[in-house]
């Protein structure tokens, strides 16, 4: 199943780049539902767990506002309008799976995937980026409330 959860985030991936990028061409006619699908069904026979790709894309625009503000000081060189557009997509998948699918994904897979998705999508830097970013808010946002936590118990 892991094979298909790349082929997964891949398609997440997809559907969250065309879906931005429709919207901020003002696309009236922009469903993110039918892009999913039409996307998802260009893997019908690869992609058993469809529900986790449905998890990905819905998990991260329901917690877009949220992703984008965790990453903005995580990266502040660089302004998140001014991140490519992919490279922010690949941004705000892995850091969705680290803070809020932790119990299904590890980390380190997390940070794994994202990166081989900047490889295959991104620009040259784009891996580096994005390990860079996503390993300081494992750092930061993961681990030290993970440790804080198991303080206070």
Known sequence: MASNRHLGRIVA?????????RMSAEDKSASVDEI???NLGR?????????FVHLLVSGVL???KDLDDQ?????????????????????RIGLYELLH?????????????AVELAKAFG???SSKFI???????????VEETTDASSKVQ
């Open 123 to 125: 620009s040259d830097n």
């Open 71 to 91: 990453i903005r000081p995580l990266a502040p060189e660089w302004p998140l309008e001014q991140i490519a557009r992919i490279d922010r997509n690949v941004l």
């Open 131 to 141: 390990n860079g970013v996503l390993g300081t808010a494992y750092r930061t946002l």
């Open 101 to 113: 699918l932790a119990d299904k994904v590890p980390p380190k897979v997390a940070i794994n995937e």
């Open 43 to 51: 893997y019908d026979q690869e992609i058993e767990d469809t529900d």
């Open 36 to 38: 999913l699908s039409r």
């Open 62 to 64: 329901e917690h877009q």
């Open 13 to 21: 991936l997809q559907t969250l780049y065309e879906y931005e990028f």
